[in-house]
């Protein structure tokens, strides 16, 4: 999924359904470890807020588990 920075959806939600539809599909298999953040944000073309941002919340809903 390509981020649309015009679009009224926030960034960070976008970066979150991308990342929810990959963990659903399999490309991000259960026990995988993430790209560092740094990776991520420029994979997405986003800062790096808008990153923790996206993986908190997905830490939240219990999609992702962080062992920080």
Known sequence: ?????????P???Q???D????????ALPVG?????HRELALHYGVSLITINKALAGLVSEGVLHSRV
């Open 1 to 9: 999924m390509a981020i649309d920075h015009g679009s009224a959806t």
């Open 11 to 13: 960034l960070y939600q």
């Open 15 to 17: 970066v979150a359904a």
């Open 19 to 26: 990342m929810r539809q990959r963990i659903v599909a399999g």
């Open 32 to 36: 995988a470890r993430l790209p560092p």
